[in-house]
């Protein structure tokens, strides 16, 4: 396939996302019972944020011109993806990256998330077969020319010696911190809440831990958190939530709580589901220097990330700060 043909089948899909057909529907209803994390809602999030910031026609003239892609890749390598599950769709980026450099690709998807990229490539095939000789899937991926993979810190230990002879990018925990300075108006903190919740808080770019100033008062915060109540009618967002309260109470922790969350002191900016890390400091710059950058995804405050754009990627926000398409091209 050439440029102009991988452009227009992405347009086409562009089209097939939106209308959202029958056929997308079912393959939305078979994700949500596979996995009970992907609720209609977040499935539609996911697919409005492809939409509108990936591949949108402005965005993939951008790309092309941005990195000379050419006509036809000559050699054309074959790379094998390693893809994440933990929300909806999660692995389209780098699927579009290789599609739209040119080069092959064999998938490999996270038993989590197996159903709608899956859907995707069956409907993109059925518009033109062409498709399908540059996009598979498959549970071995030897024989590949690069190799791209997202897992956690374990597994990235065992994707750097397995494809340590070939190209490849890595990827593995991030996760998002806001820092607060008091001053937060009440919108703000709503958006804020979105950063952490929406998604469950599974997303490397949920907001997992907030640094506030030494007097600051949660009450706001666990005010605008109260937005996902809701959460606590899912059974197993509601046992993480037993089990986080739980620990918090043995440990004599001084928590907050609104019902549905638990926010709890940690240094660390990982936090599981339905828990929130706070730390205090004085100075802004204090914070920066006391951050891992190799942990952190996205800073959401004043000055940084607006809040309530975490879960909005733009096409050049990549993840762990790899320039993806850079190395499909440099291929």
């Not at 539609?44 to 026609?57: E, H, K, R, V, Y």
């Not at 941005?66 to 929300?87: C, E, F, S, W």
Request: with cysteine; net charge negative; charged share 20%.
């Amino acid at each position: 396939m050439n440029l102009q043909d991988r452009i227009k089948i992405l347009g086409w899909l562009r089209n097939y996302l939106t209308e959202c057909p029958e056929s997308l529907q079912d393959a939305k209803e078979n994700a949500a019972y596979q996995n009970s994390w992907f609720t209609p809602e977040f499935i539609d999030m996911s697919i409005s944020n492809i939409t509108g910031q990936f591949l949108a026609p402005g965005v993939l003239a951008d790309v092309v011109t941005r990195y000379h892609i050419p006509d036809l890749q000559d050699p054309i390598k074959t790379v094998g993806l390693v893809m994440a599950g933990n929300i909806p769709l999660v692995g389209f980026h780098d699927f579009l990256s290789v599609f739209l450099a040119g080069h092959k690709q064999v998938i490999k998807p996270s038993s989590r998330d197996n159903v709608l990229l899956r859907h995707l490539v069956e409907q993109l095939c059925t518009e033109n077969p062409a498709v399908a000789g540059m996009v598979g899937f498959s549970e071995n991926l030897k024989g590949c020319d690069a190799y791209i993979a997202t897992g956690s810190n374990n597994t990235a230990r065992y994707f750097e010696q397995y494809f340590a002879k070939y190209p490849h990018v890595i990827r593995k925990n991030r996760t998002g911190i806001a820092i607060l300075d008091g001053t937060e108006s009440e919108k703000e903190l709503e958006k804020l809440a979105d950063d952490i919740q929406q998604y469950f808080g599974l997303g490397c770019r949920n907001l997992t831990q907030v640094w506030v100033p030494e007097q600051y008062d949660f009450t706001a915060l666990l005010k605008a958190l109260e937005k996902y109540d809701y959460f606590m009618d899912n059974h197993k967002y509601k046992h993480n939530y037993d089990y986080v309260l739980t620990i918090n109470m043995m440990n004599r922790e001084k928590y907050f709580t609104n019902g549905s969350i638990v926010i709890s002191p940690g240094t660390s900016p990982y936090a599981g589901i339905s828990n929130l890390k706070y730390a205090r400091y004085t100075k802004v710059d204090d914070v920066i220097s006391a951050l891992n950058p190799d942990e952190i995804q996205v800073i959401c405050g004043h000055g940084f990330t607006p809040f309530g754009q975490a879960q909005c990627p733009g096409f050049y926000d990549y993840a762990d700060g790899v320039d993806t398409v850079e190395f499909l091209v440099g291929l």
